[in-house]
């Protein structure tokens, strides 16, 4: 699949660092990929501009925040027309548990990546919210157990 954006080796290293450490300044960013200040900084706007990079976020350790409970859950919908679909995707964003969500493909409609407290509160969750929302058929859950491994979203050469 051909990339969607033009981008030159110089670029590929920039969103590298950048994944790997959104908040150095510009001055290091340039250090490491081997080019002056100036130019680097308009590179990085000139990234954002077009969308390759959507923004930056600090990444919270959940656990420590007393969010205990990561897991997953593959929604079927009765009906899957466009505006069924659409209705759904709406509804998540309106439950603070599911922090990410797919539409997906195969036997489920959606994926939704949730974080609670605890198995209690996920668990109402479930009952409450998922399986009672209009036109769900199936919830199928999927309680973590460990996480084995934490990267970047996007893979950069490797």
């Known amino acids: 699949m051909p990339i969607k954006a ?3 080796a110089i670029d590929w290293k920039i969103l590298k660092e ?3 450490d959104g908040r150095m300044t510009n001055v290091e960013l340039s250090r490491r990929v081997g ?5 680097c900084l308009r590179r ?8 390759v990079i959507r923004g930056y976020r600090a990444l919270l350790n959940a656990r420590e925040l007393g ?3 990561v897991a997953f859950c593959l929604i079927g919908l009765q009906h899957q027309s466009d505006a069924e679909l659409k209705a759904f995707a709406e509804r ?3 439950w603070p548990i599911v ?5 997906v493909s195969g036997e489920s409609d959606f994926m939704l990546h949730c974080v609670a407290s605890d198995l209690t509160t996920f668990q109402t969750f479930v009952i409450e919210e998922l399986t009672s929302a ?7 859950t999927a309680l973590t157990i460990k996480q084995v491994k934490d990267e970047g979203l996007v893979g950069i050469g490797e």
Do not use: C, F, H, Y
Request: aromatic letters at 2%; a neutral charge; glycine letters at 2%.
């Open 6 to 8: 033009d981008l030159d």
């Open 18 to 20: 950048l994944q790997n």
């Open 35 to 39: 080019i002056s200040a100036p130019p």
């Open 44 to 51: 990085v706007k000139r990234l954002e501009d077009a969308g």
């Open 67 to 69: 969010l205990d409970v």
């Open 92 to 94: 998540t964003r309106n």
């Open 99 to 103: 922090r990410r969500a797919w539409m």
């Open 134 to 140: 209009p036109n769900v058929d199936t919830v199928r």
